[in-house]
């Protein structure tokens, strides 16, 4: 691992940071945490990505011909460090930026890649995914909605659960089953469809943040035309592993963990304790040491996974660790703002004498969802035991 940047690299973090210090949105609301109604965070959110991908700052790595550069993977890790430190919003088409679309390009033909990706780089579709069911969660391969082939279309019935973010989705990947006779993990197909389509009908669910960000989605002889399947028909769970494998590291990304525990210290620092900041009180600042060294590991295990990738290494144990190691961190971060924050973390966003814009009493609440959303920490356990470690299975 070299440490090092080179010249060329610093002079674009400066290049990189100039411009977020002079582009940065202030004071929009960008996320349903902030807006009041949907439309108008949508719009920002939307705004600002189409702003960073204009800028050159999205996707760096993507292959020209879709909207990418083709640069290496220094330069996104770059932008993702200098986003961190600015700040700046998350973008409003992860789904699509960091799961479907490294998905396409190794598995997509031709057409789905001109078609899908550029619109995904420009906020202009945002996805949602169609992975959970009632009955299918962590034994995802249990799915049972159904799509039949008629023609050149597929035909979809069945329901999804927990799907984040349909409400205002253009199109959502999807997981059905095309062969019912075959063994669970044969016989499912993966496919994109249109959530504007006829026979789509969208049931909020509402989580304990009092949001209503996930979703149940009912499909009702959805027709889908065949070009929407990506890779081979009944052989979707190997796409599907593929897609669950990007999301893993987008969940355990270290750049998140490093924006909470920057706030996290300047919370610390803000409030007070026997007229001193609670930096000073001694249990604090050990706990406080405690999460920035998992911070910071966290963030150099992010470096030992981005010299694989520069040397193309196949990724290893590295990737399994990322989603159980970050979702936790964040949940603890939080847990240990609530702690600072004392009998303040009980007051609910618009209570006059909230503090931090009622920041963190939101985010304990949404890290723990995170914990279990992509794969639960029971099951990424599982996963590096048996993948990782090569231990017998668990049954
Ligand atoms: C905030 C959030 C957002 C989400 N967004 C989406 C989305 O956009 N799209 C989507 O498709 N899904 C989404 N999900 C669903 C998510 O993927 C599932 O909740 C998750 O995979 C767990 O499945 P389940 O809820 O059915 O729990 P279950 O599978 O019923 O698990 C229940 C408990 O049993 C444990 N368990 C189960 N099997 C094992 C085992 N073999 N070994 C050890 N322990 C086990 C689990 O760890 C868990 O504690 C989201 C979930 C959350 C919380």
Aim: charged share 25%.
């Amino acid at each position: 691992m070299d440490l090092n940047y080179s010249q060329e690299e610093n002079a674009f973090r400066e290049q990189v940071r100039s411009w977020l210090q002079a582009s940065l949105p202030r004071n929009e609301p960008m996320s349903p945490r902030e807006g009041e109604d949907d439309k108008t965070w949508l719009e920002n959110a939307k705004r600002w990505q189409r702003r960073l991908y204009e800028a050159g700052y999205v996707a760096l790595s993507w292959p020209k011909e879709y909207g990418g550069q083709a640069l290496d993977p220094v330069r996104q890790s770059i932008v993702n460090d200098e986003l961190v430190q600015a700040r700046a919003p998350q973008l409003v088409g992860l789904s699509g930026l960091g799961l479907l679309g490294p998905t396409l390009i190794s598995w997509g033909t031709e057409e789905q890649k001109r078609r899908y990706l550029p619109k995904i780089l420009t906020a202009e579709e945002i996805w949602c995914q169609g992975y959970s069911e009632p009955g299918a969660g962590s034994d995802l391969a249990s799915l049972r909605t159904r799509a039949e082939i008629v023609g050149d279309e597929f035909v979809v019935n069945g329901q999804k659960i927990w799907t984040s973010g349909a409400q205002y989705s253009d199109m959502i990947f999807c997981l059905v089953r095309t062969d019912p006779d075959a063994p669970k993990h044969r016989g499912i197909s993966y496919i994109l469809m249109d959530m504007h389509s006829p026979g789509i009908t969208i049931r909020p669910l509402v989580q304990m943040t009092g949001e209503r960000g996930f979703n149940e989605v009912f499909f009702d002889n959805v027709r889908v035309p065949r070009k929407n399947l990506v890779g081979k028909l009944n052989e979707g769970w190997i796409v599907a592993n593929s897609t669950l494998f990007h999301e893993r590291n987008v969940l355990g990304a270290a750049t998140a963990s490093q924006q909470l525990f920057n706030r996290l210290l300047d919370l610390a620092r803000t409030i007070k304790r026997n007229g001193h900041p609670m930096t000073h009180d001694p249990v604090i600042r050990q706990r406080l040491a405690d999460l920035e060294i998992r911070v910071e590991a966290m963030r150099f295990h992010c470096y030992r996974q981005l010299t694989d990738q520069i040397h193309g290494r196949a990724p290893g144990i590295e990737s399994m660790v990322n989603k159980l190691v970050g979702t936790e961190l964040n949940h603890d971060l939080a847990t240990a703002a609530m702690e600072v924050m004392g009998d303040y973390s009980m007051l609910a966003r618009k209570q006059e004498a909230v503090l931090d814009h009622g920041f963190w009493p939101y985010e304990w609440m949404f890290s723990l969802g995170l914990v279990i959303g992509g794969g639960t920490s029971h099951i990424q356990k599982n996963i590096i035991a048996e993948r990782g470690l090569k231990m017998p299975k668990s049954r």
